[in-house]
């Protein structure tokens, strides 16, 4: 419901006040309703990120579209890529929404994208040079991101809650695809579990990292702390890496392959598995947009967007002229 | 079902589903790369459809004994593909990883000029006496009509907008009509496909595309050109082929016959 009108005459400080009542007693915010700006700005980052994230995340599996090996396989990550826009598209609408007391519009996006001003996920900045690791992206990297949209579910921003739940029904879909994209490997010859095996320890570090930095301490940044503070999440990223590895490591081993880490255990007596650190340094070149594939798959985003300029100038000049 | 029956049904089944897999397999290139997210989304649903109905024609063929539906889609040779040569050329420069320069207005009017087609043609296999592809074509029609729909608005847009994407878009139908005669023909045994009973003539289908294409045309202040659709890079029907079809071939078979002892993908 929005509460637009009953808060005109309240201070900026009451207002904030009774934001951050709300959010304690777990409403939902809603596109309408006052909110801080740094609680817009946080979502407005979060939110774009996602957004750009799912269509960034297009790229490394596209290279695998046409080149899928059956009918039915290319049936499928068609359906599976598409999906991903679809999720970009429905969170860009959220984010645009969002925007709109700044007076920006999906062509900021767009821009920020291109200057790497706006970040995307570390994952879609690495190489996936064999159909393996089109198999191990569907699998591994769309099930490290179904235990991060899960999460946040019950997030505070209703429109943002509302998108995430359509995302996680199809999510759980692809990870389905993934398995059976896997299984179909792991069950092969020689050469195609060679191809899943060697995708997986090139996969390995990145899903590490997908889950971000235990704290601001390797990165120096305080958002997952402002995220929690006003329930955009509910976990942390240590706490969700575990639950991670928790679930797909038995998996993993399970289908008679190695994780590519000698210290990977389970430790009893803390409760909590040990792994060796990826490398953050790294990490923190890979979401600048310095990671192997960032210029390559960015160029090809710009060079696609500037090719077909044309047509959206003359789409808004046929609106224009309907009007 | 007599020998000859057979041979002629089993061409016009790879005719069909050559068409509609080629050119999935093109449209598939420009996923991530389409002028808007949105439209992103709508031609891979299209393309997704057209693909399948793809599968349902290397099915019939299948069932007929032709080999397995994946074999028949990735391991022939190029001379034995049928499809029109319209439909097999690329998208443009580049590739679909490496500074594609693909062309959206020589997209719309292909699609446009084969959707119109299509849609035809599967009306006319609704009369067809063989019972499977009769059902099929029932089948498909169900979604062809939204496809058709997609590709004439965007016809009508950038056909009546700015100067350029009008230039752009007389230049692709110009180049389109070059080989548009190539997926109106029927090829070698065009005459016996009607003749038993599997398919309307070419001729009447043809020129209820030519009168669809001109009312099209027509609505847009566009001039029909004078002469007949041409074929001018070949006759794919009877197995001559362009370049661009090999470099098809390639991409989309690399995996399935990258490991010859697989049993599964």
């Known amino acids: 419901m929005s509460d637009v009108t009953s808060l005109a005459h309240l201070t900026d400080e009451e207002k904030y006040e009774h934001f951050m009542r709300r959010i304690e007693n777990d409403e939902k915010i809603e596109a309408e309703d006052w909110m801080p700006d740094d609680y817009r700005e946080q979502l407005i980052k979060l939110i774009t990120m996602h957004g750009i994230s799912e269509i960034m995340g297009a790229f490394p599996e596209k290279e695998w579209v046409p080149k899928a090996p059956t009918l039915h396989r290319k049936l499928a990550i068609m359906a599976k890529v598409q999906d991903e826009m679809g999720h970009g598209q429905l969170l860009l609408r959220v984010a645009e929404d969002l925007l709109k007391p700044y007076g920006k519009t999906r062509e900021d996006i767009m821009q920020d994208l291109f200057s790497k001003r706006l970040k995307f996920h570390n994952v879609f900045h690495m190489p996936s040079p064999t159909w393996g690791d089109a198999a191990v992206i569907a699998w591994l990297v769309d099930g490290a991101a179904i235990l991060s949209q899960t999460m946040m579910l019950k997030t505070s921003y209703g429109p943002y809650g509302r998108a995430l739940k359509r995302i996680c029904q199809e999510e759980s879909f692809h990870s389905k695809h993934g398995e059976s994209l896997v299984l179909s490997l792991a069950e092969g010859t020689p050469e195609q579990r060679r191809m899943l095996q060697e995708a997986l320890n090139r996969w390995w570090e990145p899903l590490l990292m997908f889950f971000g930095p235990k704290s601001s301490k390797e990165t120096g940044h305080t958002n997952v702390d402002k995220n929690l503070k006003y329930k955009l999440r509910s976990k942390t990223n240590e706490e969700l890496r575990q639950e991670f590895l928790t679930k797909y490591v038995p998996k993993i081993k399970l289908l008679g392959l190695s994780v590519p880490d000698d210290t990977l255990h389970f430790d009893e007596e803390k409760g909590e598995w040990i792994y060796q650190e990826p490398d953050w340094q790294k990490f923190k070149e890979i979401i600048k947009g310095n990671g192997p594939k960032s210029d390559e798959r960015l160029a090809l985003r710009r060079s696609s967007y500037e090719n077909s300029q044309w047509v959206r100038d003359a789409l808004a000049e046929y609106r224009m002229a309907a009007v | ?265």
């Not at chain 2, 020998?3 to 089993?10: D, F, G, I, M, N």
């Not at chain 2, 004994?65 to 040779?77: I, T, Y």
């Open chain 2, 1 to 265: 079902m007599t020998p000859e029956y057979k041979e002629v049904l089993t061409e016009l089944l790879f005719q069909l589903a050559d068409d509609d897999f080629i050119h999935a397999f093109r449209g598939s290139e420009w996923l991530g790369l389409a002028p808007h997210i949105e439209e992103d989304v709508a031609f891979s649903s299209i393309n997704q459809d057209t693909m399948g109905h793809a599968v349902i024609y290397y099915k019939l063929l299948e069932d007929l004994g032709m080999g397995a539906a994946d074999d028949l889609a990735h391991l022939r040779d190029a001379s034995a593909f049928r499809n029109g040569v319209l439909l097999e050329f690329k998208n443009g420069s580049g590739e679909y990883l490496d500074s594609p320069q693909y062309d959206w207005a020589f997209t719309v009017v292909r699609h446009l000029f084969y959707d119109v087609y299509k849609k035809i043609k599967l009306e006319a296999l609704k009369q067809s006496n063989y019972e499977p592809l009769a059902n099929a074509a029932r089948k498909i029609l169900t979604e062809q009509t939204y496809h058709l729909m997609h590709w004439q608005t965007w016809f009508r847009q950038l056909m009546q907008s700015t100067e350029e994407s009008r230039a752009r878009m007389e230049q692709a139908l110009l180049r389109c009509w070059e080989d548009m005669g190539g997926v109106l023909t029927y090829g070698q045994y065009g005459d016996e496909m009607t003749a038993l009973g599997l398919i309307g003539s070419e001729e009447a289908l043809k020129n209820t595309w030519l009168a669809e294409i001109t009312k099209l045309f027509s609505e847009v202040d566009y001039k029909k050109p004078s002469d007949e659709p041409k074929m001018a890079h070949g006759n794919g029907r009877n197995g001559e082929h362009s370049a661009d079809l090999d470099h098809a071939l390639k991409i989309l078979s690399e995996v399935y016959r990258s490991d010859s002892q697989a049993s599964g993908w």
